[in-house]
């Protein structure tokens, strides 16, 4: 920048580049200016109009009355009635029709399915993961591993009342030492493996047959009988990963450690610090219109794990 101006009539502010370079000082066209200013007579506009400013508990309503909140629900209002008038029949299927009826009209068990996603997300997904894929140490619903029977009846009962899983600490007379609970571990892994009846699992096969009465809950092969609430040992699906502190444990820790201090064991009406904890709670009081609400999430999880 020089500070020779060979230009002094022309209006610049004397800031010279490269010799010939300069800023003039020339006013701002004249619908620029009246845009500017009418910028200010908006700002008094917008803040008598709208809710606008602060005050110390409040803010100023506006003339308009207008907020956002109202505007939001007015448009959800009319999406809501839009939905009634729309899917009024398919609703009133849902409330009047049994689980078991629903599921057998493809069209009705379509619509529960489709209407049940964000349900399922909200109220769901934190326990049993994105599209029943499971969380650590919660039950994944995509597979054909239910507990307490996999039947859409199942399902939607289980969401009514609620779950409460049950195994004693070391055994089902709680007499097993803690090599004995090792033993019986093994055994319940080999059981998963195909491999049970090699001679190295012989002490943990008497003791799950005998002294800890396990086959009484699982069965004599690891698998129950009929669903009660046990967990099938020859699936190779584990209910629990790792220990508590370490979800990295190996299997062998998480079967020791859910073999020694089971599953919500009690003292009384508490639960015993280390004990598994394996709970859901029912959803009759904590859904939205529950009755036909639960009927659809029991027609969606059914539809994600096969309901066998």
């Excluded at 500070?3 to 066209?29: K, V």
């Excluded at 939205?288 to 027609?299: C, E």
Aim: aromatic residues 10%.
């Amino acid at each position: 920048m020089t500070q020779h101006n060979p230009w002094p009539e022309e209006g610049n502010t004397g800031h010279i580049w490269d010799d010939d370079i300069r800023e003039l000082d020339n006013p701002p066209p004249l619908w620029w200016m009246l845009a500017f200013y009418a910028g200010f007579i908006f700002i008094v506009f917008y803040l008598i109009y709208y809710p606008a400013i602060p005050l110390a508990n409040s803010h100023t309503k506006g003339v308009a009355g207008w907020t956002a909140i109202e505007e939001y629900k007015g448009d959800f209002q009319v999406l809501n009635d839009w939905r009634e008038r729309t899917f009024a029949a398919e609703e009133e299927q849902l409330r009047a029709l049994d689980v078991t009826e629903i599921i057998e009209d493809d069209h009705l068990r379509a619509y529960a399915i489709n209407t049940s996603r964000v349900l399922f997300t909200d109220y769901c997904m934190a326990c049993h993961g994105a599209e029943g894929s499971g969380n650590p140490n919660f039950p994944i619903l995509a597979n054909d591993d239910w507990l307490w029977g996999g039947s859409v009846t199942n399902i939607k009962n289980a969401m009514v009342n609620g779950l409460m899983g049950n195994m004693p600490a070391r055994g089902m007379m709680g007499n097993l030492s803690d090599e004995e609970v090792v033993e019986v571990a093994k055994y319940s892994i080999a059981l998963s493996e195909g491999n049970a009846d090699a001679e190295q699992f012989n002490v943990g096969r008497d003791l799950y047959n005998g002294k800890g009465m396990c086959m009484a809950c699982h069965g004599p092969a690891g698998a129950p009988l009929a669903p009660n609430g046990s967990a099938n040992l020859a699936n190779n699906i584990n209910r629990f990963q790792g220990v508590p502190d370490n979800l990295q444990a190996s299997r062998l820790e998480s079967y020791i450690y859910t073999i020694k201090y089971g599953v919500n064991v009690r003292d009384g009406a508490d639960f015993l610090e280390n004990t598994r904890r394996a709970e859901m709670p029912s959803f009759a009081e904590r859904l939205p219109d529950a009755d036909v609400n639960i009927k659809r999430l029991a027609v969606y999880v059914h539809s994600l794990g096969g309901g066998q």
